[in-house]
């Protein structure tokens, strides 16, 4: 048994992840959360685990396209004219963050960080006994307009030159592989080696309870602040008291940068507030998590039926949901498929974590020791906190890591 203790901050599926790691390597772990585990933004993702998932969000052509986005009601960006100033420093390091050169450094860094996630969760998932929650059925991409999939070669490239199996499909393989779909897709992207959860918030349950049976400790309590000795912090300041810090994590999604801003480690992160339906009789399955191009949204069969997740929203951490925006996957939802039946339909909104080059923050602290950082994987949370549990593990524990960490410092920007 390693003699030391390390606190978590954040049990959602990064930190519960990160906590399982920690745990297998003999350290006493204690999670603090305000909320229950799984039950906030680990709870409405779109359920992909995709190692094909390695192109950043920005890109060469990305600065012409938000306009467009912006002004279409139905489009896949929103931003909230209030708050534009202060995301403006962000979207200006996004846009710079999409030249050719940076996109392949990233890409590479992803492909590296994601290529085993599967196995990883398939290992969490039978620990805690929730293997049948995982599923590796394939991920399907479609695409309405030739423009659109001429425009994402460079995409298909990158992801072969990685070793992903990647086949393009024409219309009539599209209806092969997904009946349901509506026959306005002249393309689609198949990847048959993706995989997928049926219930993310359960999934995140699991590995929290099982960490619980492991040992760990989980504390309902809101973080507040930090006591700083000179060895680094020595208290972690809650809503229901202090408590003693070894070793610390910073896995609090959104939130994250607050935290580590006081810890002297400033990032920019931002939120992209992401909205999801979930329809509970849609009236058919589908096999496979289906991503739509052109609307930037995805759609995953669930335990509890049809979800329809997707849209970015830059509004803060504290503004009230703009519901419209979930209604508009709706309005999608009419339009992709040949039938859908929306009645009973629930409605949420989470937020996602996001870097300006699309790259989480998995690091040692610049600033502090003991202090660790597991946060900003946008749209890839779930697909990459198994293994970003494994990475932290090897920086608390001083192993070697199994791929370069330096693309993912937390002092990168500065």
Known sequence: MI????????????????????????????????????????????????????????????IKQIPKWLLDPLGPLAVRWGYL???????????????????????????????????GHEELAELANVKHLIQRQGWLSVYETDKAFAADSLARARMRSHG???????????????????PIFKHATWAPN????????????????QAIRMGCDFVSAKVLGFVLGPEGPTNIQTSIGEFNLDHLVIAAGAWSARLSKQLGDPFPLESER?????????????????SFNERKFM???????LRLAGTVEFAGLEAPPNWGRAEKLLTHAHQVFREVDVKGAARWMGQRPATPDSLPVI??????????????????????SAVTGQHI??????????????????????
């Open 3 to 62: 003699d030391g203790h390390v606190t978590i901050v954040g049990a959602g599926i990064v930190g519960v992840s990160c906590a399982l790691h920690l745990l297998k390597d003999g350290w006493k772990v204690r999670l603090i959360d305000e909320y229950p585990p799984g039950t906030q933004t680990s709870y409405g993702n779109a359920g992909a685990i995709s190692p094909q998932s390695i192109n950043p969000m920005s890109g060469p052509g990305v």
């Open 85 to 119: 100033p202060k995301v403006a420093p962000w979207l200006i390091q996004f846009v710079r963050d999409g030249s050719a050169s940076r996109i392949t450094h990233q890409s590479e860094a992803l492909a590296a960080l994601h290529k085993p996630v599967i196995d």
């Open 164 to 182: 992903h199996e990647i086949h393009e499909l024409n219309a009539d393989e599209i209806t092969q592989l997904e009946p349901g779909l509506s």
């Open 194 to 209: 993706s995989g997928h959860t049926v219930n993310p918030g359960a999934l995140t349950e699991a590995y929290a309870a």
């Open 274 to 290: 992401g909205y999801h339906m979930m329809l509970p009789t849609p009236g058919f399955t589908t096999r496979r998590p289906i």
């Open 299 to 305: 759609t995953t069969t669930m335990e509890g039926g």
């Open 363 to 384: 690091s040692a602290s610049a600033a502090q020791k003991k202090v660790f950082y597991a946060f900003g994987h946008g749209h890839l949370g779930l697909t990459g």
């Open 393 to 414: 593990a090897s920086l608390v524990s001083h192993r070697n890591a199994t791929i370069d960490l330096k693309p993912f410092r937390i002092d990168r920007y500065r």
